[in-house]
């Protein structure tokens, strides 16, 4: 029994080294594959199916949990941003505004807008700056690119300002170049109109014009804006001249009120 | 209840108008918003409730303008009385106050422009006018219903809930 037990092992052992040493394939072996491979074929797709439809539906559940969380993350980060531009913006507008102050000798008070007239017909603002800061009424309003507007009303932290395009306006102006004198009133339009210059004066389109300093309320040589029209009608001793304001009053942000108006020269940047 | 929610529209109707509508290009002609409200009162609420909130809300909005005093009250006070008077002869639900939003804009427009004519002579003031009151007039005809609609459903509401509790 043992002997023919080791025998067998030898054998098989034999076939075994005789079988390694060449690969040969036999009818029988590429019968099962015939028949068992479209099984294997079948059961393998199957498996991938299903392992795809986990992988593509029922995993995405949590794929789907990840693209919210990345949706909110990338929100997250558009409205940082979006608060960062806006912050820059206005630190670049603060700039501005501060070296602006730096050129005027008069003492000023920084403010901000916050509110519109509730009617397109009149134009004033409302600012958050009133008597407790030392505002008072009639103050002249600037910004860098030239006058805004007066304050015409005060409350305790609050004022109202009206501004030089509203038809209630008047500034006594003069034309830089010529030193003719004028009184700017607001028109309809954004724009103003100078009125009481005298035909015989020399005014030109393009021609910049300040403040006279001359109604007490306006220091001496601020900009109002620019000659874009002139009206020389054949009657009357006056003509027309448009002036068109430097400052955009529909992106007024910050105003600078000046509190010590006509008792201090100002000095231009230029 | 009526007096709170009064305040409360208003207040956010005066903010939005002051501090929103103007940073909104789309919204460069839009009309008063506090019209529709004092249409919806003079349609729905009964004079001795709503006239002196009608007076001290013109009055308000007078100190937030930068027109003469008085301006507001005087448009607000005749467009209440207008409307009270038009309702004696128009069914509340008739077609015809689809348009009372635009009627109330274009009469507060005229009030508005005969004030400012009397500051004396501007040339671009037809055109702009003329600009100005038709594009209010439209956005009134398009969307001065809804805001009535809407006063009048919340007020329904807020009285019915206040009824339960």
């Known amino acids: ?270 | 209840m009526t007096y709170c929610f009064y305040i409360c529209v208003c207040l956010c109707l005066v903010i939005f108008q002051t501090t929103i509508i103007p940073h909104i290009p789309l919204f460069n002609n839009f009309y008063d918003l506090l019209i529709p409200f004092i249409s919806y009162l003079g349609l729905f609420r009964p004079i001795r409730e709503s006239i002196l909130f009608i007076l001290v809300l013109g009055f308000l909005m007078d100190n937030l303008s930068g027109g003469p005093l008085g301006l507001y009250v005087t448009t607000y006070f005749w467009l209440f009385i207008v409307v009270k008077s038009v309702i004696k002869y128009v069914h509340v639900n008739n077609i015809l106050l689809l348009f009372i939003v635009a009627a109330g804009v274009l009469m507060e427009n005229i009030i508005f422009i005969a004030s400012i004519s009397m500051l004396g002579p501007d040339s671009q003031f037809l055109a702009i006018t003329v600009r100005t009151v038709i594009f209010q007039i439209l956005w009134a005809g398009c969307t001065g219903f809804f805001f009535i609609t809407i006063f009048n459903h919340i007020h329904k509401k807020l009285e019915s809930w206040f009824v339960v509790y």
């Open chain 1, 1 to 270: 029994m043992i002997v023919g037990a080791v025998a067998l092992i030898v054998v098989n052992i034999i076939i075994l080294s005789v079988n390694s040493s060449r690969y040969s394939s036999y009818e029988s072996g590429r019968s099962t594959i015939f028949f068992i491979a479209p099984f294997q074929k079948t059961v393998t797709k199957s498996v991938q199916f299903l392992k795809n439809i986990w992988g593509h539906y029922f995993f995405l559940v949590s794929v789907a949990r990840e693209n919210d969380n990345l949706k909110k993350a990338i929100n997250r980060a558009i409205d940082k941003n979006n608060k960062y531009r806006e912050v820059e913006i206005s630190n670049f507008r603060l700039r501005n505004l501060l070296n602006f102050r730096k050129t005027m000798t008069n003492q000023v008070l920084v403010a901000e807008v916050i509110g519109q007239d509730p009617s397109p017909w009149f134009k004033t603002i409302i600012i958050d700056k009133g008597k407790s800061d030392g505002v008072e009424k009639g103050l002249p309003v600037v910004v860098p690119e030239g006058i805004a507007g007066q304050v015409i009303d005060i409350s305790y932290n609050y004022s109202k300002v009206l501004l030089i395009i509203d038809r209630n306006s008047a500034v006594d102006a003069l034309v830089q170049r010529t030193r003719d004198r004028g009184l700017i009133k607001g028109e309809s339009d954004g724009k103003c109109l100078s009125r009481y210059v005298l035909r015989k004066h020399d005014v030109k389109i393009g021609d910049i014009v300040v403040s006279s300093g001359l109604d007490g309320v306006f220091p001496k040589g601020l900009r109002v804006g620019y000659v874009t029209e002139i009206v020389k009608s054949n009657s009357g001793i006056f003509q027309e001249v448009t002036v068109m304001p430097y400052v955009d009053f529909e992106k007024l942000e910050e105003v600078l009120v000046v509190l010590d108006s006509p008792k201090h020269n100002f000095v231009s940047e230029q």
